[in-house]
């Protein structure tokens, strides 16, 4: 069964420093690969997704992530962190086929930036 | 225009009462999805409609009754919820093939007195 793993639940990083969330999934073939940003009570906003090509793919506010196939990882970074960006972080994979069309969530990591 | 809209943006109501939830997108999307999402978890499927029909449902009790009326819209009717049914329940679209990801509304709060 395809599962997603964020191992660390809860991350703390001074403003400024270098941010890496962790992603790895398990998956019959190369899913499609997102994350997604939550904060508090808020919708989820995706901030970048990989299907195909250049293994290092950027999004919005700064962020960035890297296909590792031989890793199954798809780990999220931030070269410098800013305060607006404490907030809930969720990997997510779906099916490239069409049989069940839906997400599969990692349990998430709560991000806390130290001034 | 990537928006996804839902109203309200929170809901008490009584294990008694009847309500709905709604949600709108005008993406062009033609699948779209209703999560449920407790504190600190990641969101938890519920329902996805394909092209305005039921494809997947997760066993989720009848007291939650999803609708499609058209392919911008997608309702939720709640009736006789328990206290456990509090939650944020978060609506979302995609196209067909999820290669582009889901886009995802702000969601209700619904409490359950």
């Known amino acids: 069964a395809q599962s997603v793993t964020q191992p660390d639940i809860h991350i703390t990083v001074s403003e400024g420093a270098s941010l890496e969330l962790r992603c790895n999934y398990s998956?019959?073939?190369?899913?499609?690969l997102f994350w997604y940003v939550q904060s508090p009570g808020q919708g989820l906003q995706l901030l970048l997704k990989y299907f195909s090509g250049d293994t290092l793919v950027q999004g919005i506010k700064g962020f960035e992530a890297e296909f590792k196939r031989s890793q199954s990882s798809f780990n999220l970074r931030k070269p410098s962190v800013h305060w607006s960006d404490a907030a809930e972080y969720f990997c997510?994979?779906?099916?490239?086929?069409?049989?069940?069309?839906?997400?599969?969530f990692g349990s998430g990591t709560r991000l806390q930036v130290q001034p | 225009d990537t928006e996804v809209t839902q109203t309200p943006k929170h809901l008490v109501m009584g294990m008694t009462n009847k309500k709905s939830l709604k949600c709108e997108q005008h993406m062009g999307h033609r699948a779209m999805y209703w999560y449920k999402q407790k504190a600190k978890k990641p969101p938890e499927l519920m329902f996805v409609y394909s092209y305005e029909k039921l494809s997947i449902n997760e066993s989720v009790p009848s007291r939650f009754s999803p609708e499609c009326p058209n392919s911008s819209l997608l309702n939720l009717h709640l009736h006789a919820l328990q206290p456990e049914d509090s939650a944020l329940y978060l609506c979302?679209?995609?196209?067909?093939?999820?290669?582009?990801?889901?886009?995802f509304g702000p969601g209700t709060r619904l409490t359950v007195t």
């Open positions: 979302a679209s995609s196209q067909e093939s999820l290669h582009s990801g889901q886009y």
């Open positions: 997510a994979v779906a099916p490239r086929d069409t049989g069940r069309r839906a997400l599969t």
């Open positions: 998956y019959g073939a190369t899913p499609y």
